[in-house]
């Protein structure tokens, strides 16, 4: 009995220490991160509040009058650099590199004028806009607040997940006032406004909703707004034909109906008289209705300090699933990756579950919440593979549910491509929604139908019309003189058929296993075997000529990249690609070749998304991001090591412009959190993790099952870049990689580091990555 209690009582010490050790943890995590990152240089992210996975991203918009063609910085609405703030927007993307969004913008003013017209970015002080400094900017995870200097005016805005709240210090003896503007949108143009509509209800409560065209076709948005303080009048106008409708002037007064005005350019000025104490302002959306707008804003009471509270606590919770002890410039870049990859995918579905589909009409959500904003083609590669170690299995069951129920109610009936807001843009190649269900069955992540979600992964990679997929099942592959892009999309869709297999034959479908197994090696039919190189094949089999590895063209051979990026995509078959490459010694002389590469002749100023290029390699965008790793599967995993160390020193840093690339709506950032743990999913859906390097002293998974697996970097420091030896749970680690099960087990990853690489590690064939030995 003695022994029982005292081995009870130990085990109560540990579990309460390991307790506060994450409370400490969750406190650390939120200091450390820095919103502020990634919203300068060519990070596209933004610096405002949003709750984990947020359908709100409440935000302040610095240039939405830009030229479409001249947009592309401001894709989040915010630029660092900029001096002037036109407004806060409801809705934004976290990194992408296309965009579109900035709905229902609220700008405060005070006094006896108010302008109703966004003035110029390029000349802070006119219209609406006001200027701002940066020293009286703040932001922390769900929170944001700023000084107006132009009205001197404190606003600061929080958000829950379906609502956002504004609450706004006016001047003392000036009067107050909001200016709504239903024309702002990112990515803006004429004509982009097809409906809008604005209510003012008899009880104060300010709905209407917006139709735009843009990056996706007649998206629909409702939104429902209150006042802690009530409305002294308003005004409504539409721009597009400049006639104001005043309606009543304040609750009570004038007509006993609604207050109403519909047109293309509306904007409208609300008025609050003077105020003793600062104004709060509740904003739901719904993608659904107006009814759905007021039910979301039902659905989170409270005032803005309580939302505000349950907000970082849901962050709090949400860091807490990493644990980073390192060097605080390098934690501060971690935490705030982190906090980057938790934004996305997000809710989108009502709190009574309705949502709008990809038919556009309204569904219900029966048994999972609804979600979108799925960048698939980015997203895949190591954003949910994240997703899968550090969230609970609801929300990645939740993703899966989203997916197929987006196919099941898509006109064409397949799987997102890259949809926001249950809408589908087209955008990207490749059928990744595909990798994303196979890696979370495969990982044994239960709450969606199995079958129906293989249905909808076959229906994708079957429906001939999509991308060249027709030619794609005749021929072996997509030919060049029949559909751009060619290359790119027969290596993509190549991987994501081996994907279809590993899950139908897990599934004991091995009819649909062989099929798909058969398709995986079609990454070989555009290959190049003489040069090296995968090339776009024309239909009569010929290789399109002339060809230059390093042309990068938008709408050419390949997508956001060239001949030297692409050539390495066929994770499921790397060992075949070492053999077409000549063996071991000649991958790894290639590799140093692509990183090596002189650019100084290049010119790649009119590509948009190449950026953090070192030589060939372009970590700034998706294609490159497993590349490093591929020294392993060569038998040279400390080459691997050294390109890391390059990597992570010259595309990351804890400030504006720290982020080398878009970080495309958590990917770039889920790339260092696994890279910084010390390995990466270079094929997802294989249920194995290649081993890199760490990057920080130590880190903790709190694993979704209630385990925690630790990962330890003894001596870790600049001089000492490589690991001599790695440990799990002790024992030698011999194999260049680590499987899902044995981290969901948890337990303890060590790496012992020092200044000379260990070439004696993991070199056998036997030791390396899933497939390095062939397909």
Known sequence: MKTAL???????????????????ATGVAYTSVDPFIGTGGEGHTFPGAVAPFGMVQLSPDTNTSCKIRECYGWAAGYRYTDTSIQGFSHTHFSGAGHSDLGDVLVMPAAGDTVSLEPGDAAKPGTGYRSRFSHATEV?????????????????ELTAGTRVGVHRYGFPAGKAAHLVVDLRSSIYNYPGKILWSSIRALPD???????????????????????????????AFLDREEDVPYKGFQGPGRGDEGVAQLAGRALVARLDFGMLTKPL?????????????????????????DMIRGQTRAAWEHALGAIEIDAAPPMRKTLYTALYHSLMAPSVFGDAD?????????????????????????????????????????????????????????SPFGILPIWQFQGRETWTMIGYHAVPIIADAYLKGIKGFDAKAALDAMVASATYAPYGGLGDYMKLGYVPIDREPEAASKTVEYSYDDWTIARMARAMGRTDIADRFDKRALNW????????????????????????????????????????????????QDQGGLIRALGGDAATVRKLDAMFDFDNSKLDYTHAEDIAGLIGQYIHGNEPSHHVAYLYSYAGAPWRTQERLAQIVASQYKPAP?????????????????????????????????????????????????GKRFTIVADGLSAANRYFGAVSLDGKPLEGGFIRHAEIAAGGELRFTMRSQPNVNW????????YSASGY
Do not use: C
């Open 204 to 234: 104060g409560t300010i709905t209407g909703m917006r139709e735009t065209r843009g990056w996706a076709p007649a998206r629909k948005l409702f939104f429902a707004m209150r006042f802690s303080a009530p409305l002294a009048g308003h």
């Open 139 to 155: 932001a922390t995870p769900g929170y944001y607040a700023v000084t107006l200097s132009d009205s001197g005016i404190r606003a």
């Open 353 to 409: 579950g309705r949502y709008r589909g990809p038919d556009d009409q309204v569904h219900v959500a029966k048994g999972f919440t609804f979600h979108s904003t799925f960048s698939l083609w980015d997203t895949f590669r190591a954003e949910h593979p994240l997703l899968t170690l550090i969230q609970p299995e609801r929300r990645n069951a939740d993703f899966v549910n989203s997916l197929v129920a987006s196919a099941q109610t």
């Open 280 to 304: 709060e302002v509740h904003v739901a959306i719904s993608g659904v209705d107006e009814a759905g707008a007021l039910g979301n804003l039902a659905s989170e009471p409270g005032d803005f």
């Open 6 to 24: 005292a081995i009870a009582f130990a085990f109560a010490l540990t579990a309460a220490g390991g307790a506060r050790e994450r409370a400490r």
């Open 524 to 571: 070989r039919n555009s290959f190049d075997f003489k040069t090296g190189f995968l090339r776009a094949r024309k239909a009569d089999g010929s290789f399109r000529k002339p060809f230059d590895p390093t042309a990068i063209n938008y709408g050419s051979d390949y997508t956001e990249g060239n001949a030297w990026q692409y050539s390495w995509f066929m994770p």
């Open 762 to 769: 993991a070199v056998a064939r036997s030791a390396r990555p």
């Open 657 to 705: 412009d720290g982020l080398s690339g878009n970080d495309d709506l958590g990917q770039m950032s889920a790339w260092l959190i696994f890279t910084a743990m010390g390995f990466y999913p270079v094929a997802p859906g294989s249920g194995e993790y290649v081993i890199g390097r760490p990057f920080a002293d130590r880190m903790v998974l709190n694993l979704p099952n």
